[in-house]
């Protein structure tokens, strides 16, 4: 419900939102540093996997462990949907800042789950079992996050800055799967022995993601709530939300279109990266760790750069610049990456692939926030998208790990291309959200 001692009247009658630049960068951190520690509780499942995966799944080579693993991992993504359909609908109604503090508490219950469950030599197939439905809570906390804080950031931001506030999203996504990478190498580096890690150590990263969420909590409880979403639960709500999201269909597809390629692209450099340079290139897992956690930093420097360029170019350039590059890009990046001969040559080719990528993600939020009007903005930004990030982001390293597996891994680098291309012509057809923002409409 909104807030009354908030709003303010207007001249023209219509209530205005009272806040200052102060409280305004205070909500915009809360919801970043928020959004850093549910991605650090997602990705902590695919950072740990190489060292949890003979706990859940004890038979079988490394591969087919993997992939046990991996196709966990996609099943969490069936839920995002579900999670973007009906925190997106909570967040239209009842306020981003409600749905932000719903989505952190789902993700805190799947990290216990995940950090106190015994192994299969304990209690059989019910571990993995236990595991499939944390990682189902997993997916739902994650699909409702992604929509709430995209249209939270988004509408936070003035007109002028909103590709560069809105960046933050991505920054720290990435952020904490490089905080996920972090804890793996001061547990490898420092505390913990292989054999300790394999045994319990990797427990201990998914209490942490726990205890990290009742932070977030604390600071989603003092956030302000948008001025867009006040302003409009003031009004009459004219039809049901699936009634004008069915009038946004284009809206809709665009989204899909978009994202198609980025995700592909984003997963296959990032989440899938560190098992590639173990299982292909053949590095040992503590450098692969460090070279993924090494090409994240430089990811997460150039997110605001790129976003506060699309302040001044547009968003479509910096689209079309990634579907151009990556279309290209993708085949010889990986052909050449899994010959590499040493470290810092992956590192090289890794951070060139994640600046074509950052091209996407840097935008990649504001767009889609910018396509839809207050009323549907969250359900808007989070289903299609969920949908696409379901269907292509979290079957990546499933597809990667499975072309290997039948002998022919260069498969998945024409399949990474292509997704980049057809996202290519959505970018070429679409408008640039910059100038024609509904957000500024609200």
Same mark, same amino acid.
């Not at 990030?389 to 680098?413: C, D, M, N, P, Q």
């Given at each position: @419900? #909104?807030? =009354?001692?908030?709003?303010?009247?207007?001249?023209?009658? %219509?209530?205005?939102?009272?806040?200052?630049?102060?409280?305004?960068?205070?909500?915009?951190?809360?919801?970043?540093?928020?959004?850093?520690?549910?991605?650090?509780?997602?990705?902590?499942?695919?950072?740990?996997?190489?060292?949890?995966?003979?706990?859940?799944? =004890?038979?079988?080579?490394?591969?087919?462990? &993997?992939?046990?693993?991996?196709?966990?991992?996609?099943?969490?993504?069936?839920?995002?949907?579900?999670?973007?359909? &009906?925190?997106?609908?909570?967040?239209?109604? $009842?306020?981003? $800042?409600?749905?932000?503090?719903?989505?952190?508490?789902? @993700?805190?219950?799947?990290?216990?789950?995940?950090?106190?469950?015994?192994?299969?030599?304990?209690?059989?197939? #019910?571990? =993995?079992?236990?595991?499939?439905?944390?990682?189902?809570?997993?997916?739902?906390?994650?699909?409702?996050?992604?929509?709430?804080?995209?249209?939270? &950031?988004?509408?936070?931001?003035?007109?002028?800055?909103? +590709?560069?506030?809105?960046?933050?999203?991505?920054?720290?996504?990435?952020? +904490?799967?490089?905080?996920? @990478?972090?804890?793996?190498?001061?547990?490898?580096?420092? !505390?913990?022995?292989?054999?300790?890690?394999?045994?319990?150590?990797?427990?201990?990263?998914?209490?942490?993601?726990?205890?990290?969420?009742?932070?977030?909590?604390?600071?989603?409880?003092?956030?302000?709530?948008?001025?867009? !979403?006040?302003?409009?639960?003031?009004?009459?709500?004219?039809? +049901?939300?699936?009634?004008?999201?069915?009038?946004?269909?284009?809206?809709?597809?665009?989204?899909?279109?978009?994202?198609?390629?980025?995700?592909?692209?984003?997963? #296959?450099?990032?989440?899938?990266?560190?098992?590639?340079?173990?299982?292909?290139?053949? @590095?040992? /897992?503590?450098? %692969?760790?460090?070279?993924?956690?090494?090409?994240?930093?430089?990811?997460?420097?150039?997110?605001?750069?790129?976003?506060? &360029?699309?302040?001044?170019?547009?968003?479509?350039?910096?689209?079309?610049?990634?579907?151009?590059?990556?279309?290209?890009?993708?085949?010889?990046?990986?052909?050449?990456?899994?010959?590499?001969?040493?470290?810092?040559?992956?590192?090289?080719?890794?951070?060139?692939?994640?600046?074509?990528?950052?091209?996407?993600?840097?935008?990649?939020?504001?767009? /889609?926030?910018?396509?839809?009007?207050?009323?549907?903005?969250?359900?808007?930004?989070?289903?299609?998208?969920?949908?696409?990030?379901?269907?292509?982001?979290?079957?990546?390293?499933?597809?990667?790990?499975?072309?290997?597996?039948?002998?022919?891994?260069?498969?998945?680098?024409?399949?990474?291309?292509?997704?980049?291309?057809?996202?290519?012509?959505?970018?070429?057809?679409?408008?640039?959200?910059?100038?024609?923002?509904?957000?500024?409409?609200?």
């Amino acid at each position: @419900m #909104a807030n =009354p001692q908030r709003l303010t009247a207007r001249p023209d009658g %219509a209530l205005a939102h009272d806040i200052g630049t102060a409280q305004r960068l205070k909500s915009i951190f809360s919801g970043s540093v928020g959004n850093m520690i549910e991605y650090y509780d997602w990705y902590v499942y695919s950072a740990f996997s190489l060292y949890f995966a003979k706990a859940f799944f =004890p038979g079988g080579s490394q591969t087919v462990q &993997l992939l046990n693993t991996a196709a966990i991992f996609a099943v969490g993504f069936i839920m995002r949907p579900i999670g973007g359909w &009906l925190m997106g609908l909570y967040a239209d109604r $009842k306020g981003r $800042k409600a749905a932000l503090l719903v989505s952190v508490l789902a @993700m805190c219950v799947g990290s216990l789950i995940i950090g106190l469950t015994p192994g299969y030599a304990t209690i059989g197939v #019910a571990a =993995p079992i236990l595991l499939v439905g944390a990682r189902l809570l997993q997916g739902l906390s994650l699909g409702g996050e992604y929509a709430s804080s995209a249209t939270y &950031l988004c509408e936070m931001a003035g007109k002028k800055s909103r +590709g560069f506030y809105s960046s933050f999203l991505f920054a720290t996504l990435s952020l +904490g799967q490089l905080l996920a @990478m972090g804890v793996l190498v001061l547990l490898q580096q420092v !505390f913990l022995t292989t054999a300790q890690l394999e045994d319990w150590g990797w427990r201990i990263p998914f209490l942490i993601g726990a205890a990290g969420a009742g932070i977030a909590v604390y600071l989603r409880r003092n956030m302000q709530e948008t001025a867009s !979403f006040e302003q409009r639960s003031a009004a009459p709500r004219r039809r +049901g939300a699936f009634a004008e999201l069915l009038r946004h269909r284009r809206e809709c597809l665009i989204v899909a279109g978009l994202t198609l390629g980025g995700t592909v692209a984003f997963y #296959a450099y990032t989440t899938y990266m560190q098992k590639y340079l173990v299982n292909t290139v053949g @590095m040992t /897992k503590s450098t %692969a760790t460090l070279i993924s956690a090494a090409t994240l930093i430089g990811f997460v420097l150039v997110q605001p750069l790129f976003g506060a &360029l699309s302040d001044r170019i547009g968003r479509r350039p910096l689209l079309i610049a990634f579907g151009v590059l990556g279309s290209v890009a993708t085949v010889p990046i990986f052909t050449a990456l899994g010959r590499a001969g040493s470290p810092l040559e992956a590192f090289a080719l890794i951070m060139a692939a994640l600046l074509i990528v950052a091209l996407y993600s840097s935008v990649s939020a504001v767009v /889609k926030a910018e396509l839809f009007p207050v009323e549907i903005r969250a359900l808007g930004v989070g289903l299609p998208y969920a949908l696409t990030v379901s269907l292509f982001g979290g079957t990546a390293e499933y597809i990667a790990l499975w072309t290997k597996s039948i002998g022919h891994e260069s498969w998945f680098y024409f399949y990474v291309s292509a997704c980049i291309l057809v996202s290519l012509l959505c970018y070429v057809w679409m408008p640039d959200t910059r100038d024609s923002s509904r957000i500024d409409q609200d």
